[in-house]
């Protein structure tokens, strides 16, 4: 996978709680989400934007605008939430995201994606954090209209559990367990 080390460099400098992330056994069952979930939206492009997530995540009907390098983080308590974040820059339409690069995700499930089904417009990453049994999530990430870590038609994700679909069935889905809260989305 390409990820620009300056940019995980970024991620990982301000992301809180990875430290703390409990390991999880293949064996075990997870249980009903008590904790909270925690957002953080970075903005490394150039250009000034609020980010859309539709539906809104839960407690936010908008965020603010971010400059450049600024951040907004968001908390909130849903085990349900299956939604698309997306930039409205370079003309993309801030209702259905066509024209945009999406990263699509599913709280219930904990699965995650970047999509170009609308389009390409900035480069995205979506990283549900955690350590899992033998390993970190991963994050998914794409920097240009080929690249490898998306889906370039629709996912099947934020159509409902088990109905993900695709050129690939293993690639570009990533998947962290569901438990875990701390997401990062950076744009450029």
């Known amino acids: 996978m390409h990820f620009p080390t300056k940019a995980l460099l970024a991620i990982l400098a301000t992301s809180v709680g990875l430290a703390t992330s409990a390991a999880v056994p293949p064996h075990v069952e997870l249980q009903d989400r008590s904790s909270k979930i925690t957002f953080t939206v970075l903005n490394k492009c150039k250009h000034s934007f609020a980010p859309i997530f539709t539906p809104p995540l839960p407690g936010r009907s908008s965020w603010p605008v971010l400059a450049h390098n600024e951040q907004a983080v968001h908390t909130f308590k849903s085990d349900t939430y299956r939604g698309k974040v997306f930039s409205p820059l370079r003309k993309a339409d801030t209702t259905t995201g066509d024209g945009a690069t999406w990263g699509e995700l599913a709280l219930d499930d904990g699965d995650y994606n ?16 955690g350590r899992q049994y033998q390993g970190y999530c991963t994050p998914a990430w ?20 088990g109905q993900r679909s695709g050129g690939e069935t293993r690639k570009p889905n990533h998947s962290c367990p569901p438990s875990f809260g701390n997401w990062i989305v950076q744009f450029c």
């Open 114 to 129: 970047v999509s170009l089904e609308g389009g390409y417009n900035v480069p995205l990453l979506i990283w549900n954090q």
């Open 142 to 161: 794409c920097d240009g209209p080929s690249c490898k870590d998306a889906y370039k038609a629709s996912s099947g994700l934020l159509e409902g559990q």
